[in-house]
């Protein structure tokens, strides 16, 4: 089995119309924007809510979008089908993930064009988006791994929701109680730090660890997949 654009394109249009009819799936798309909506409100634009718009997209759509569209294949035992077929499992992943990546990027457009942010190092901050996509997107692999139905993917979506979509309710917490201090190596917390610095300096700090996130949620969800579905 070689790498195949048209099988990419092929599961890419299948899962579109699947989550077009979908509507439980496809309305978390709504959270971040009414989110953004509600901080376009406010006097002055933070950097505390532009994080909490970009994470809140990211987890809401990409990290739940991914696992809802893995676990509903293996509820409906397609999964294991799909993977039978002439596909690769880098052709079912790369077109699911294609769907997930292009819901969140235009959930996250249009998530601060309503905030009105003014994005500043436009090459920079994109690598970052990018990066930290990565993160979510594999997050939602491995929930989607990991779980056997869509319901059981969204109860488990609803801490990894708080955790890394909504930092802003537990950063008072963090001055609070000096245990918690941990949360601020979360990828959601270091992005926030990462747009706090842009305009004066570019800090890779923040770079590295959410490379380290992403490197290792990738390798965890690659032996979830290796014990599950090469058995």
Same mark, same amino acid.
């Given at each position: 089995?070689?790498f195949?654009?048209?099988?990419?394109?092929? +599961?890419?249009?299948?899962?579109?119309?699947e989550?077009?009819?979908?509507?439980?799936?496809?309305?978390? +798309?709504?959270?971040?924007?009414?989110m953004?909506?509600?901080?376009?409100?406010?006097?002055g634009?933070?950097?505390?809510?532009?994080?909490?718009?970009?994470?809140?997209?990211?987890?809401? %759509?990409?990290?739940?979008?991914q696992?809802?569209?893995?676990?509903?294949?293996k509820e409906?035992?397609?999964?294991?089908?799909?993977?039978?077929?002439?596909?690769?499992?880098?052709?079912?992943?790369?077109?699911?993930?294609?769907?997930?990546?292009?819901?969140?990027?235009?959930?996250l457009?249009v998530?601060?064009?309503?905030?009105?942010?003014?994005?500043?190092?436009? %090459?920079?901050?994109?690598?970052m988006?990018?990066?930290?996509? %990565?993160?979510?997107?594999?997050?939602?692999?491995?929930?989607?791994?990991?779980?056997?139905?869509?319901?059981?993917?969204?109860?488990?979506?609803?801490? +990894?929701?708080?955790?890394?979509?909504?930092?802003?309710?537990?950063?008072?917490?963090?001055?609070?109680?000096?245990?918690?201090?941990?949360?601020?190596?979360?990828?959601?917390?270091?992005?926030?730090?990462?747009?706090?610095?842009?305009?004066?300096?570019i800090?890779?700090?923040?770079?590295?660890?959410?490379?380290v996130?992403?490197?290792?949620?990738?390798?965890?969800?690659i032996?979830?997949y290796?014990?599950?579905?090469?058995?």
């Amino acid at each position: 089995m070689t790498f195949s654009m048209k099988r990419i394109y092929a +599961i890419f249009q299948k899962d579109l119309k699947e989550l077009y009819r979908n509507l439980f799936v496809s309305s978390t +798309i709504i959270l971040p924007i009414m989110m953004a909506f509600m901080m376009s409100q406010a006097e002055g634009v933070t950097t505390a809510s532009v994080t909490l718009v970009i994470t809140l997209s990211f987890a809401a %759509v990409g990290t739940f979008v991914q696992s809802a569209m893995i676990a509903e294949e293996k509820e409906k035992n397609t999964l294991r089908s799909l993977m039978m077929s002439p596909a690769s499992t880098l052709d079912i992943m790369a077109g699911k993930s294609l769907v997930t990546f292009v819901m969140t990027l235009a959930t996250l457009i249009v998530s601060l064009l309503i905030v009105g942010y003014s994005i500043q190092e436009p %090459v920079w901050m994109t690598g970052m988006l990018l990066l930290l996509l %990565v993160f979510y997107i594999t997050l939602g692999t491995l929930i989607g791994l990991l779980t056997r139905t869509l319901i059981e993917a969204s109860v488990v979506l609803m801490p +990894i929701l708080l955790l890394f979509g909504m930092n802003v309710t537990f950063e008072s917490l963090m001055v609070s109680y000096e245990f918690l201090s941990f949360l601020e190596y979360l990828p959601n917390y270091q992005i926030q730090l990462f747009i706090d610095d842009l305009g004066q300096r570019i800090s890779l700090k923040p770079a590295f660890i959410i490379g380290v996130w992403t490197i290792m949620t990738l390798i965890v969800t690659i032996g979830v997949y290796k014990k599950k579905f090469t058995r």
